[in-house]
Nanobody
């Protein structure tokens, strides 16, 4: 198992910003592809953004230009900077670590965008 601990979620007004963090330990973090997914009520879990060990990033169309994924391999941490948040960004956000065909999930952190 790969322990993944997310933090940084909360309640924010539309147009606001949040930064999510996902920290792990006990693994060679730099070789894992890290990703953020989200799941809104009544919807399937969907990819938000991913970053390879080499730093290549990929984003869902709905968050391009607003969200930025990054990683600090020295701190075993991946981040998701979320700007210009919209009500439709409301969801539980999950961190995922992938190596070869093995994926490991965190417990999730709630993000609520509401006025």
């Amino acid at each position: 198992q790969v322990p993944l601990v997310e933090s940084g979620g909360g309640l924010v007004q539309p147009g606001g910003s949040l930064r999510l963090s996902c920290t792990t330990s006990g693994i060679t973090f730099g070789i894992f592809t890290m990703a953020w997914y989200r799941q809104a009520p009544g919807k399937q879990r969907a990819l938000v953004a991913s970053i390879t060990g080499g730093g290549r990033t990929n984003y869902a169309e709905s968050v391009k230009g607003r969200f930025t994924i990054s990683r600090d391999n020295a701190k075993n941490t991946v981040y998701l900077q979320m700007n210009d948040l919209k009500p439709e960004d409301t969801a539980v956000y999950y961190c995922k670590a992938t190596i070869l065909s093995n994926g490991y999930w965190g417990q999730g952190t709630q993000v609520t965008v509401s006025s």
